[in-house]
């Protein structure tokens, strides 16, 4: 049975430019996110017909007559993951040779079944993540993609948005149903959504939550070390705090594989340069939530707390205040969103012990990169770009440009050629 998935007024995001131009030669694409981020809304611009799979009785309609979905019209399948079967028809339609742009699929689960094949060749798949500070109405002056050029442009501009702004955007969430809701409406949704994971995306997954308030603990230590590269054991023992046994290696490994299959972790993987000798770097990734919002959730803060530095009582290691870490997860989600757009990479650059990190690698695919460091404050010092300069040394003209993100006002770049830019001024 098709639906209409439309949004009543669209509002373009950073992925619709990507993926308009990869429809034209591609047969298929899936979307893969976090429930609620708007893969539905996007996918559906761009179809004729579309089947809401979450649905049984267009699952069962489906099941009796797959044709339907091939008929050779642009086809949603919507949050495929309830029919699987769908994925390996799609991938047998493109082998026999379906037209481009046929075929969108939308999903907040990853493929896990040992015996489906990945869709590797056939199945091209794009993430999707919650809204950017570009894509929330903020109106960037400084473009990721010109500072992956190495011209050293200019940088300009001038920002509205203080501390009490970027807390907001923080707590308001980047999920787009979301984010506009009444302040008491918006966080019963967050917890909401917290709390259906452990009740019922990941039982979906086939993991049975034997202990469901463990769960939760977990995630809420995990919230807790956003922005970090705490061990897992010692995010295991804050699940523990107030009592309590900390859950095993094996229960963490599953809590952790759920959740990355439901695309609720997005974390910073570790650098790894193939073009200079930096050595001894650390491989363990920074942690992050899809969304900050979740994590505000998780800890049960709100604007008044982070901005007085109150600490939810979980005892995570951790530089900082809290806001400081989820400033950097705000920013973070911005990055890869438009680091997407200009087919780059995030990462972040720590060495073994510490003595040498950055918080955000942008690698382009010949390897040369963009350094950002995020700070809170809205005052650069030249002890805040000392990580920068010792990379710009090290790499050389394999550093392309390098730039400190904080809460301040204007844009500019330092005597040094370090550039100083308002989260809410950089685009992609």
């Known amino acids: 049975m098709s639906v209409s998935l439309r949004a009543p007024s669209y509002r373009r995001r950073v992925i619709d430019d990507e993926l308009d131009v990869l429809l034209e030669s591609v047969a298929a694409i899936s979307l893969a996110g976090a429930k609620g981020v708007g893969k539905s809304a996007t996918a559906a611009e761009r179809v004729d017909h579309a089947f809401a799979l979450e ?14 979905i091939t008929a050779g019209r642009r086809v949603l399948l919507d949050e495929w993951q309830h029919l699987p ?10 082998d026999r040779g379906a037209a481009a742009g046929q075929f969108l699929l939308t999903g907040s689960a990853s493929v896990s079944d040992p015996g489906r094949h990945s869709g590797a060749g056939r199945i091209l798949q794009l993430r999707m993540r919650p809204l950017s500070l570009a894509e929330r109405g903020h109106r960037p002056t400084v473009r990721l993609a010109d500072l992956l050029t190495g011209r050293g442009d200019p940088v300009t501009g001038h920002s509205d948005v203080d501390l009490h702004r970027y807390v907001t955007e923080i707590v308001a969430s980047g999920l787009p149903g979301i984010r506009g809701l009444p302040d008491r409406a918006r966080r019963a949704q967050l917890d909401s959504y917290v709390q259906r994971i452990v009740e019922r995306d990941v039982p979906e997954l086939g993991m049975r939550v034997r202990n469901p308030s463990l769960m939760m603990r977990w995630m809420r230590a995990f919230a807790a070390a956003s922005s970090t590269t705490t061990a897992l054991v010692k995010i295991a023992a804050a699940a523990a705090s107030g009592g309590g046994q900390p859950p095993v290696r094996a229960t963490v490994e599953a809590y952790r594989g759920a959740l990355e299959r439901l695309f609720v972790l997005d974390e910073v993987p570790g650098w790894q340069p193939g073009r200079s000798h930096l050595r001894e770097l650390a491989t363990s990734p920074k942690h992050q939530l899809a969304d900050p919002a979740l994590a505000v959730a998780l800890l049960g803060v709100d604007e008044h707390a982070l901005l007085a530095g109150d600490e939810p009582g979980v005892d995570v290691p951790r530089d900082g205040p809290l806001l400081g870490a989820l400033f950097e997860s705000l920013v973070t989600l911005s990055v890869k969103v438009y680091a997407q757009a200009s087919e780059s990479a995030v990462s972040h650059f720590r060495t073994h012990r510490g003595e040498r990190e950055v918080d955000l690698i942008v690698e382009r695919r010949d390897g040369r990169c963009v350094a950002l460091e995020v700070k809170l404050s809205p005052v650069v010092t030249d002890d805040d770009v000392k990580q920068l300069r010792w990379l710009q040394g090290r790499l050389g003209p394999d550093l392309l440009d390098a730039a400190v993100i904080t809460t301040g006002r204007d844009a500019y770049r330092r005597p040094d050629g370090i550039a100083v830019i308002p989260a809410a001024l950089l685009g992609p």
Do not use: I
Request: glycine share 4%.
């Open 85 to 94: 079967s769908t994925w390996d028809l799609v991938r047998r339609s493109v």
């Open 55 to 68: 649905d049984a009785t267009t699952r069962a309609l489906v099941e009796a007559d797959p044709g339907r």
